[in-house]
């Protein structure tokens, strides 16, 4: 994983490594509305994430995923809240993106064989 000093240069940065899509949480899916891709759960990978607090406020965080899927061709970047102002979906996705991936990535876990 790299060090960003702000969202922005992370965001930048992906771009530039091909994560051109620009996609957003709508539920139970991660979208990618300029293609009209709607990905659930199993169709997404998180192949990298960086989270930054706000300079006034702790809590005040964000992250940033690089998520990619072989299925529809497209790699991309999402943006979330992260801690106190984080989406309380109980979704397939919110799990994935805050519990199973982000978790196991932070403690430097392997993922579980399939």
Same mark, same amino acid.
């Given at each position: 994983?790299?060090?960003?000093?702000?969202?922005?240069?992370?965001?930048?940065? &992906?771009? =530039?490594?091909?994560?051109?899509?620009?996609l @957003? &949480?709508?539920?139970?899916?991660?979208?990618? =509305? $300029?293609?009209?891709?709607?990905?659930t759960?199993?169709?997404f990978? %998180?192949?990298?994430? !960086?989270?930054?607090?706000?300079?006034?406020?702790?809590?005040?965080?964000? %992250? /940033? !995923?690089?998520? @990619?899927?072989? =299925?529809?061709? &497209?790699k991309?970047?999402? /943006?979330?809240? !992260?801690?106190a !102002? $984080?989406?309380d979906?109980?979704?397939? %996705? $919110?799990?994935?993106?805050?519990?199973?991936?982000?978790?196991?990535?932070?403690?430097?876990?392997?993922?579980? @064989?399939?």
């Amino acid at each position: 994983m790299r060090n960003y000093e702000t969202l922005v240069d992370a965001t930048n940065d &992906l771009l =530039k490594r091909g994560y051109t899509a620009n996609l @957003s &949480l709508d539920g139970d899916t991660i979208d990618d =509305k $300029a293609q009209n891709i709607h990905m659930t759960a199993d169709e997404f990978e %998180i192949d990298e994430f !960086y989270r930054f607090e706000g300079a006034s406020n702790p809590d005040d965080t964000s %992250i /940033v !995923y690089a998520v @990619s899927s072989p =299925k529809h061709n &497209l790699k991309g970047v999402l /943006v979330n809240a !992260y801690g106190a !102002y $984080a989406d309380d979906s109980s979704s397939a %996705i $919110a799990a994935k993106l805050h519990h199973h991936q982000v978790s196991n990535n932070l403690h430097g876990e392997d993922r579980p @064989s399939a």
